[in-house]
């Protein structure tokens, strides 16, 4: 199964966000992006890809006792930016530092449980919001803040788009802090039909609250 670690922001900071990307879906040019659902909104701590079925014990067990080490801690979207011409994103602040140690014990966990997980990398905090229609953010090639790329080919000819107006338009976006109590281990099934347009369907495996008791089964 295709699992990744995440923070899941409450519902009224979800409906802080959604008026605000509402807004931003007025804006010209916005109907040539691919914009993610609120049900999808989330930010990740630590990608696996596809797991084993057989680690998913380990792995659940490992990552509660991550959760465990970290106490809960304040944290409120924030701003925005974007990866070049790929994915336009909105940023956190408030526990910024816990997350990232939260995000950085997430990843160690995950490898301690014997999954394969990429390079490690610096890591930033941020929920995607649209990506450009050329196709999902590709690591590899990340450049972030609001000074990216306008129009340039890509060296598999596609074009970016100019996200720079959008990641403008969030930057005073200040939502109201919450209390992140818990990492969610979240399953991501993605889409099948071949619709366009179709969102990945993302269902919590796993609770792992912070700071205290174990973590329990979702579902």
């Known amino acids: 199964m295709r699992l990744f670690a995440a923070v899941l922001p409450p519902a009224g900071a979800l409906g802080e966000l959604a008026r605000a990307v509402d807004r931003l879906r007025g804006l010209p040019g916005a109907d040539g992006l691919r914009w993610t659902g609120r049900d999808s909104w989330h930010f990740t701590l630590a990608f696996m890809g596809d797991v084993e079925d057989g680690l998913l014990p380990e792995l659940t067990e490992r990552l509660g006792r991550a959760a465990r080490r970290t106490e809960p801690f304040p944290l409120r979207i924030h701003g925005g930016g974007h990866f070049g011409g790929r994915a336009l994103w909105a940023g956190a602040a408030g526990g910024t530092g816990e997350l990232r140690r939260l995000a950085e014990r997430a ?113």
């Not at 590899?140 to 990641?167: I, Q």
């Open 107 to 219: 990843d160690a966990a995950a490898r301690r449980a014997g999954v394969p997980m990429e390079e490690h990398r610096h890591y930033e905090a941020h929920l995607t919001l649209a990506r450009g229609r050329g196709g999902r953010t590709d690591s590899s090639r990340r450049h972030s803040g609001r000074t990216g790329a306008s129009g340039r080919t890509d060296m598999t000819g596609r074009v970016d788009v100019d996200l720079r107006p959008y990641a403008e338009a969030l930057g005073d976006f200040e939502g109201t802090p919450w209390e992140v109590a818990e990492l969610v281990l979240v399953r991501s099934r993605l889409p099948v039909s071949g619709v366009p347009g179709e969102q990945p369907r993302y269902e919590a495996v796993a609770r792992c609250p912070l700071g205290r008791a174990r973590p329990r089964a979702s579902g």
